[in-house]
């Protein structure tokens, strides 16, 4: 196992050894969000596998949702991802650092005046605006730049990306050939829905335009248009949260591997008495002689206000010692109370052990569901107080 420092703020090539920190690390941090390699490529696997004969590609933005973008990119690189989406410029440059010959794209476009950034680390933009596509010509006639670029048609988002009609106006452009178009892609607004109405009609605008883009590759499909059939993943599919473990079908089980693990230290344990509050606002009171373990983690490290609980309602649980525990009382910005008075007796727990917030059955869908949100907002969210760890054969180094 690989042992690092949150890899957003350190360089690509930084992850440190188990040697030098399996017994440092550990005790100097509050929090350990290990990530298992292995879990994610196997991930990748199955959705390249639901999609053939569609390439896989992978999205990795907002450092790997949470994962750290160095480790997970060489990763799935060496997997066989041949590309690879961020959202922002930046992203792109810390993808290329260890993504030497991928094609990467950038799914928020082109930042104004900012060609040359594109092309020093050849990311291609993912255009969705004519104003923006002709900056993008400019830009390549002026400086001879032919590393293509992404055309991203709106059918039905409203977010990004050209309107049918405009899209409709650059199928002369296509004919004509040496058009610097790579892809041409839209988004699936409801697709973990897989009944909505809204997929049939994305998916019947989407072919109609995409097949006038004679010779470009075609992707709709993200995470969950994945499994909505064939008829969704044309040339590309773009999973992103399936990676991660998140469930792209959340009217069914569950078909991915969970990829992370995240356990907190206890910082204190402590009694309180009967009809004696726990926490902000004293709305959670002790029905019974109750034992608590204080825990280092909070809404700062991305552990929800929302999971807390109150007199009436029962909030998130952690697994402490093997059996659930719930929440007592309110999650503050970087501590939280669990009940834990219900672990057998011979259960031992002190002061330093690591309770389990994400796993051993926890998942990232149920605190989803605890914290009022989704999964991929609980991955991203996962603070950097955390000490980032990797296991699995994939690990590089």
């Not at 989406?85 to 010959?101: H, I, K, M, Q, W």
Request: overall charge neutral.
């Amino acid at each position: 196992m690989n042992i690092a420092s949150d890899p957003r703020s350190l360089p690509a090539d930084s992850i440190l050894s188990a040697e030098a920190n399996k017994s440092a690390a550990p005790a100097a941090v509050n929090g350990i969000l290990t990530i298992d390699l292995d879990a994610l490529v196997a991930n990748w696997r199955k959705l390249e596998k639901t999609a053939v004969p569609a390439e896989c590609s992978a999205v990795i933005k907002a450092n790997a949702y949470g994962c750290g973008v160095a480790p997970v990119a060489r990763a799935l690189a060496k997997a066989g991802c041949k590309t690879f989406f961020v959202a922002t410029p930046d992203e792109a440059v810390a993808a290329r650092a260890v993504l030497p010959s991928a094609a990467i794209y950038v799914l928020n476009g082109l930042i104004q005046n900012n060609g040359d950034t594109y092309a020093r680390i050849d990311a291609r933009p993912v255009i969705g605006d004519l104003n923006e596509l002709a900056e993008w010509d400019v830009f390549c006639r002026r400086t001879g730049w032919a590393g293509g670029a992404a055309i991203h048609i709106d059918t039905g988002m409203q977010r990004l990306g050209l309107t049918v009609t405009e899209a409709q106006g650059l199928i002369p452009r296509i004919h004509a050939g040496d058009h610097g178009i790579s892809l041409v892609m839209s988004h699936l607004a409801c697709a973990e829905n897989l009944n909505h109405p809204m997929n049939a009609r994305q998916l019947a605008a989407f072919r109609t335009i995409a097949s006038e883009f004679s010779g470009v590759p075609a992707s709709l499909a993200n995470s969950s248009g994945i499994f909505l059939g064939s008829a969704f993943q044309f040339d590309m599919v773009r999973p992103g949260a399936a990676l991660y473990g998140v469930n792209p079908t959340p009217e069914a089980d569950n078909p991915m591997l969970p990829v992370v693990e995240l356990k907190a230290r206890v910082v204190q344990l402590r009694d309180v008495e009967r009809g004696e509050s726990v926490g902000y606002g004293g709305n959670w009171t002790a029905r019974r002689p109750t034992r608590l373990a204080i825990v280092s983690a909070g809404y700062a490290d991305g552990y929800f206000r929302a999971g807390s609980s109150n007199d009436g309602t029962r909030g998130a649980e952690v697994m402490v010692a093997g059996k659930r525990c719930p929440v007592a009382g309110r999650i503050s910005m970087d501590l939280m109370a669990v009940d834990v008075t219900d672990l057998e007796k011979n259960a031992v727990l002190r002061r330093g052990h690591l309770v389990t917030l994400i796993g051993e059955g926890i998942t990232i869908d149920e605190l989803a569901h605890h914290f009022g949100t989704i999964g991929y907002e609980v991955l991203t969210s996962l603070g950097s107080r955390y000490a980032r760890t990797y296991k699995g054969g994939a690990v590089d180094g």
